[in-house]
């Protein structure tokens, strides 16, 4: 299926880590076919795998061209929804991924630079859904996983792709589910439809924030 322009990549991932469950693939499948702002959201599951991951990404980008791509990824133990400031050259596990691999401190892409900026208005997004009464913030570090791994070949292909260069992309790490918390008593989640919501809430300012507003999204550590 080739989609014509207007349309959004919205990726989650399979569970991982033993869970049977992952919220980012929850929310992204849950607005499959929801159109904002005239483009049409298209959801796509990524396996957690280092490479694998990015050529699924490339698969999905390959079926038309996106104006917009969110790559959505669970992290247990945030409270809130953290778009991604910024993608690493380094994949470096702490735990093996859904097929064993356990890379260390090997780069994303040899010859690409140390590390890509988001380029959604991170700042807007943050202020837009603390606006909708969702908890946000700016996240200083995607880790050195299969997130940060497909948030980095999600902003080389950005911008090394002519055919792409149009497009915006960036990663937001999410919070658990309640049942995900239920098995791990005093973990914060977030209820799914509350993270759907947030999800339309981002998508909106993605589409509509040119430039980012100048708020500060830093911390001390
Ligand atoms: N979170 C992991 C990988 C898949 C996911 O949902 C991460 O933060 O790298």
Redesign the pocket.
């Known amino acids: 299926m080739t989609l014509a322009n207007g349309h959004v990549l919205v990726t989650g ?1 399979e569970p ?1 880590d033993r869970d049977t469950v ?1 919220p ?1 693939w929850e929310v992204a499948r849950a607005l499959d076919g929801w159109v904002c702002e005239g483009a049409t959201v298209r959801a796509v599951q990524l396996p ?1 795998v280092f490479g694998r991951a990015a050529e699924r990404l490339d698969e999905a980008l390959a079926h038309g061209m996106p104006q917009l791509v969110v790559g959505l ?3 247990s133990g945030r409270t809130e929804w953290t778009p991604e400031r910024v993608a690493v050259n380094c994949d470096d596990a702490r735990i093996p991924d859904n097929a064993g691999q356990q890379p260390i401190d090997q780069p994303v892409e040899p010859l690409g630079p140390a590390a890509y900026f988001s380029s959604l208005p991170i700042k807007a997004i943050v202020q837009a859904l603390r606006a909708q009464g969702l908890p946000a913030s700016v996240s200083n570090t ?2 050195s ?4 791994h497909v948030f980095y070949a999600l902003m080389h292909r950005l911008a090394t792709r002519p055919a792409l260069a149009a497009a915006r992309g960036g990663f937001v ?1 999410v919070p658990c589910l309640p049942e995900q918390a239920a098995l791990h008593p005093g973990a914060p989640s977030m209820a799914l439809a509350t993270q759907v919501q947030a999800l339309q809430v981002l998508l909106r300012t993605a589409l509509t924030v040119r430039a980012d507003v100048r708020v500060t999204g830093g911390q001390l550590h």
């Open positions: 991932f991982f992952n980012s957690c990824g669970l992290a995607a880790g996983f299969v997130c940060n790490h």
